[in-house]
T-cell receptor, first 112, second 114 residues
Framework: DAKTTQPTSMDCAEGRAANLPCNHS???????VYWYRQIHSQGPQYIIH???NNETNEMASLIITEDRKSSTLILPHATLRDTAVYYC?????????????FGQGTRLTINP | KAGVTQTPRYLIKTRGQQVTLSCSPI?????VSWYQQTPGQGLQFLFE???????NKGNFPGRFSGRQFSNSRSEMNVSTLELGDSALYLC?????????????FGEGSWLTVV
């Protein structure tokens, strides 16, 4: 079973920052938080991942709380092309653990 | 650098037939995993191969099988197709067997069973 809880849907205005929350209160010390998104009919696209520290790349920022029980994905300047289902996944960080357990994700709609 | 490539992209099969889907991972990636996505069940893990060995398997019947070749390319096979097997089948690959690596997905193969 997925170990994360996300809102079913969210809306955001184009050009504004989109903040997607994720709860993972049962996360273990060796588990990473991964974010993927899926635009309709396409394969999931990797966005970002982190273990303890906040992470930033060209797509987004990942903020992980100090107790690691929740995190927030930030899309700094959302565009219409960011409309997608966003999945927050907790993945055990062990050798051989190449499995991702997807929940239902958050359907993010960017409005003009 | 080419991404994960899946073929065919779309196919239609009849109940009772079998189907083989192919996946070419990103160059250098040795781990290949497969997922099924349906509207009702969402994205579900099927199995994962590393260096030609199946390491993990999801909760699917034995009709679903796969294999990996020495060049890391992978195939999955579904025998005795059922209507409920209609789904998007996704292949994913990763660089190496270590913690915190990134798994990349292909665009998927759309299977319709009629």
């Amino acid at each position: 079973d997925a170990k994360t809880t996300q809102p079913t849907s969210m809306d955001c205005a184009e050009g504004r920052a989109a903040n997607l929350p994720c709860n993972h209160s049962t996360i273990n010390g060796n588990e990473y938080v991964y974010w993927y998104r899926q635009i309709h009919s396409q394969g999931p696209q990797y966005i970002i991942h982190g273990l303890k520290n906040n992470e930033t790349n060209e797509m987004a920022s990942l903020i992980i709380t100090e107790d690691r029980k929740s995190s927030t994905l930030i899309l700094p300047h959302a565009t219409l092309r960011d409309t997608a289902v966003y999945y927050c996944i907790v993945r055990v960080g062990l050798r051989g653990a190449q499995k991702l357990v997807f929940g239902q994700g958050t359907r993010l709609t960017i409005n003009p | 650098k080419a991404g994960v490539t899946q073929t065919p992209r779309y196919l239609i099969k009849t109940r009772g037939q079998q189907v083989t889907l192919s996946c070419s991972p990103i160059s250098g990636h040795r781990s290949v995993s497969w997922y099924q996505q349906t509207p009702g069940q969402g994205l579900q893990f099927l199995f994962e191969y590393f260096s030609e060995t199946q390491r993990n398997k999801g909760n699917f019947p034995g009709r679903f099988s796969g294999r990996q070749f020495s060049n890391s390319r992978s195939e999955m096979n579904v025998s005795t197709l059922e209507l409920g097997d209609s789904a998007l089948y996704l292949c994913a690959s990763s660089l190496e067997d270590r913690a915190g690596n990134t798994i990349y997905f292909g665009e998927g193969s759309w299977l319709t069973v009629v």
